[in-house]
């Protein structure tokens, strides 16, 4: 019995696996079990109204960061200016903001926020980041 117990205990904070995150066509898989809710990385190819982007959405963690890092690698290759949406970002640590300083360097980087997210203006700026690329507010 209490085999049942510890492994009821051991799956409890297990989060949904991958697939149920709902990526949308054409993003990248989701990361990992364990790396957010709906964590996902749509690279945008640039045209001639807009610059290549990368759109996120659920975490963005040590867990899955190499995916969001190789979808702004893959923005910068194409164009010489990158978007970063990060409006539906739900959380982000370090990790992100690292990513984000490396995709600056490589190409004039616009940072889209939301001011209720958790990547907002004032952590852009606290970061340093702001300085580097243009950040926009999205609300």
Known sequence: MT???GQADSTQHRPPPASASG??????PASAP???PQARFEFVPADEREPATVRCAGDIDLTNVGEFEAALDQAA?????????LAEVTYCDSAAIRALFGAARKARLTIQVSSAGPINGIMLEVSGLDQIATVVTLD
């Open 3 to 5: 085999d049942d117990a």
């Open 23 to 28: 990526s949308a066509p054409g993003s990248a």
């Open 77 to 85: 290759a194409t164009a010489s200016a990158i978007t970063a949406d």
């Open 34 to 36: 364990g790396s957010g």
